[in-house]
């Protein structure tokens, strides 16, 4: 495999999400792959999640710093753009340009904007703009404009009706689902935990964590590995030789053999 070589100490994947926890919920096996394979990789919270009916956003913090750790993340960036309440202005998308020319991801993967969360939804809005506006010469953000916006492709939260269109899915073993369920287990005070007295929510459930698992053994099942996580790219992508392309999709039972 041959690897774009960024400039010195830029990133390979930014992943961009709206609280504390949602890359790792929704693209933890992935990240904790691409940092495995020595990828550099970050992640970008655009809010606290002060506004959450469980934890404080001092909690969420060291949690967030834990999994972080867990995946192998290089660095986090924790921003303050307004939980239950983000959206998509000038002053935000300064915010989040002055992120990316800082830390210059070559791809960044952010919410898919079918999501029940309006958050979720401005949050896709905010790092797609941001993405575009960053290698804008005349922007007015800091930094150092970067020579061409990221690559783009989105992850999958919780759609407003159960259906998920995936173009790609990343097939995950057991240690790295687990690692994955590592990640999430250090949000002790968002998802399911009966050792955490807090008031119940929906991500909290023991359903939800049960309904999670299900969906990477589905996305998983239909490529032929133990685990999967959908993703949807922002754009087709050039294909030279489809055939080629094609033939090197083999599912990952088929590669087995
Ligand atoms: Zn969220």
């Known amino acids: 495999m041959t690897r774009p070589e960024p400039t010195p ?7 961009i999400g709206a609280h504390p926890d949602d890359c790792e919920l929704f693209a933890g096996g992935m990240l904790a792959a691409l940092c ?13 999640g002060e506004a959450a009916s469980r934890g404080t956003p001092e909690e969420r913090a060291a949690e967030a710093r834990r999994a972080a750790s ?10 303050d753009l307004g939980d239950a309440g983000l959206e998509n202005t000038a002053e935000t998308r300064g915010a989040v340009v002055e992120a990316l020319r800082r830390l210059r991801p070559r791809a960044v993967v952010t919410h898919h904007p079918d999501d029940r969360h309006p958050d979720h939804v401005r949050a896709h809005h905010l790092a797609r703009e941001a993405c575009f506006y ?10 150092e404009r970067l020579a061409s916006p990221p690559a783009l492709f989105y992850f999958f939260g919780n759609p407003h009706r159960p259906e998920i269109h995936a173009d790609f899915i990343v097939p995950l073993d057991e240690a790295l689902h687990e690692r994955k369920r590592q990640a999430i287990a250090a949000y ?26 299900a969906r990477a053994r589905w996305f998983g099942l239909s490529v032929g590995a133990p685990y999967g996580e959908p993703y949807a790219l922002d754009q087709p992508p050039a294909i030279a030789d489809p055939l080629a392309q094609l033939l090197g999709m083999k599912r990952v039972e088929k590669q087995a053999r």
Do not use: C, K
């Open 36 to 48: 495995a394979a020595g990828w550099r990789v970050a992640a970008l919270d655009l809010t606290r």
């Open 188 to 213: 002790a005070s968002q998802f399911h935990n009966p050792d955490y007295a807090g008031p119940p929510t929906l991500i909290s459930s023991r359903g939800y964590a049960e309904a999670m698992d």
């Open 70 to 79: 867990i995946l192998g993340l290089r660095e986090r960036v924790t921003l």
């Open 134 to 143: 960053a290698s804008v010469g005349r922007f007015p953000a800091e930094g």
């Open 9 to 15: 100490d830029s990133l390979h994947l930014l992943a």
